[in-house]
């Protein structure tokens, strides 16, 4: 005999044999509605269990084939004025995920706020993966983009003993016919992802505000947790250079300051240089 939750998840399956175009909102929605109609035991059952008040996940997650808790950095691609702010006041920014350009991934954090009945959900995205052309050229594009390095273990200790109300993990990422068949808990949403952004690698950290009206809000940051900033690939030399003596010159702080060599690097050039030919 088939109950009420098993009919909410046949109803899923279906849509998605339909080929819905709001198919992936549907399948999260559906799930959404199982915490409000009493869904319980394995139909929600944790498929990880998430930093919240001082937690951690449960256990490494795996992505592309790499475990990303053997890497302790996580990256912050970003603009310089960002960057200099950042220094200058000695925090990071949490921002309303609202006008996301993943309009999924917006959705997703729209309905964890409305099950956490929280006010404002917001957000600091950063990543676990090595230097890419993907990650300049979509998060930090033009040459003013930089790339912020932190202490992985070290920003999270600082982030947990400052707020109470802190929700970080690593995101997965999912076809929309693996989706179907989760069963999260509302606190898994925040971290699910399509398996299209597979490439980001992303660790994210949210933070709940009870005021409804907050499109950001700042963290503390100490910049000790700060191991390297890179500069922008598509910076002159030149310039690079002074924006190098301008960071080095603001107080408080000893961060290494390098330019990316991702698009133009001598010792990649030098090896066809040494290519004789026929």
């Known amino acids: ?13 279906k849509a998605l044999e339909q080929g819905s175009i709001d198919r992936w909102h549907n399948i ?5 509605d199982g915490f409000e109609t009493g869904i319980e035991g394995s139909k929600m059952g944790h498929l990880f269990s998430y930093g919240r008040n001082h937690g951690r996940p449960s256990r490494p997650l795996t992505v592309a084939g790499t475990d990303m808790d053997t890497q302790n950095t996580l990256r912050r691609y970003t603009s310089l004025a960002v960057l200099i702010d950042m220094i200058q006041r000695r ?7 609202a006008f996301w350009d993943d ?3 917006a959705f997703s954090l729209e309905r964890f706020r409305q099950l956490e009945d929280c006010g404002s959900v917001l957000a600091l995205c950063l ?3 090595d230097e890419t052309y993907h990650h300049w050229k979509v998060f930090s594009p033009g040459m003013e983009g930089v790339c912020i390095w932190f202490d992985r273990d070290g920003l999270i200790d600082q982030f947990e003993e400052d707020s109470e109300d802190l929700l970080h993990g690593d995101v997965t990422y999912h076809t929309i016919a693996e989706l179907k068949s989760m069963h999260p808990t509302a606190d898994r949403i925040p971290f699910l992802k399509r398996v299209q952004f597979a490439d980001e690698r992303e660790y994210r950290f949210l933070m709940t505000e009870d005021d409804p009206h907050i499109d950001r809000c700042e963290q503390s940051l100490d910049l000790s947790l700060v191991t390297r900033i890179t500069l922008s690939p598509w910076m002159p030399i030149s310039i690079a250079d002074s924006v190098k003596a301008t960071l080095a010159a603001l107080p408080g702080h000893s961060i290494r300051v390098y330019r990316s060599t991702l698009v133009e690097n001598r010792d990649w050039k030098s090896v066809f240089r040494g290519m004789g030919g026929r």
């Open 91 to 97: 925090a990071i920014s949490f921002m309303n995920p």
């Open 1 to 13: 005999m088939i109950g009420v939750e098993d009919e909410e998840f046949l109803k899923v399956g």
């Open 103 to 105: 309009r999924n991934d």
């Open 127 to 129: 990543t676990g993966a």
């Open 28 to 32: 999260l929605a559906s799930i959404c």
